[in-house]
């Protein structure tokens, strides 16, 4: 069935250090990947998105990389920051008559000074 | 400011009293939806419209209800409130870009049914 997981359900790394979080998907149908960033008390708020037809799309200190062979999906994060300390969610939609988004359950990213 | 507004934040009531939820959107967004958040199962989907007084279910849209009247409101409501329904819930509402769906979300209210 359709699902969205994570490899790792918290991550530890030192301030400076690159982060990578992993997520497979299982639907074959999605197109289109997004990551959240959600800090405590506060709702999800969007990262970066990819579409299928790409396999890596760079932001400001983020990375999304696809693997559409494997259904894998990693957010890379350059020199890490206290701040980038949160709960990361992938997500995959797919246009089913209306936009379907399903959620994975996060990633805990936490930042050593 | 662009944003989602939610009310009440934080809420604990008992089972069986009814409630509303409500949810704002000053975006002009078409799409706007209703998760629940609990632990280890990330956000999954009560009610999503795609327009005004277009609605339909989620994944778990048992024991809730929805209206989009207006465009920008889009209050979810719990008829008779049971302990199981106990969660963190979040707004959002969204627009399509790129062929995919760029969603912006409230700030979470935390209903407590005892």
């Known amino acids: 069935g359709e699902s969205v997981g994570l490899h790792l359900p918290t991550l530890s790394v030192q301030e400076g250090d690159n982060s990578i979080i992993n997520c497979a998907y299982s639907n074959s149908a999605s197109d289109y990947f997004i990551w959240y960033k959600q800090e405590s008390g506060k709702g999800p708020q969007f990262i970066i998105d990819?579409?299928?037809?790409?396999d890596k799309r760079q932001g400001q200190r983020v990375t999304v990389l696809l693997n559409k062979t494997v259904k894998h999906l990693s957010l890379q994060i350059a020199a890490t920051q206290p701040g980038d300390s949160a709960v990361y969610f992938c997500?995959?939609?797919?246009?089913?008559?209306?936009?379907?988004?399903?959620f994975g359950a996060g990633t805990r990213l936490f930042v050593k000074a | 400011e662009a944003q989602v507004t939610q009310n009440p934040r934080y809420l604990i009531t008992v089972t069986g009293k009814k409630l509303t939820v409500t949810c704002s959107q000053n975006?002009?967004?078409?799409?706007m939806s209703w998760y629940r958040q609990d632990p280890g199962l990330g956000l999954r989907q009560i009610y999503y419209?795609?327009?005004?007084?277009?609605?339909d279910k989620g994944d778990v849209p048992e024991g809730y209800k929805v209206s989009r009247k207006e465009k920008r409101n889009f209050p979810l409501i719990l008829e008779s409130p049971s302990p199981n329904q106990t969660s963190l819930y979040f707004c959002a509402s969204s627009f399509l870009e790129r062929g995919g769906e760029k969603q912006f979300f409230g700030p979470g209210t935390r209903l407590t049914v005892l």
């Open positions: 975006m002009n967004h078409e799409y």
């Open positions: 990819i579409r299928s037809n790409m």
């Open positions: 419209s795609m327009n005004v007084e277009v609605t």
């Open positions: 997500a995959e939609g797919a246009n089913t008559g209306g936009f379907k988004t399903i």
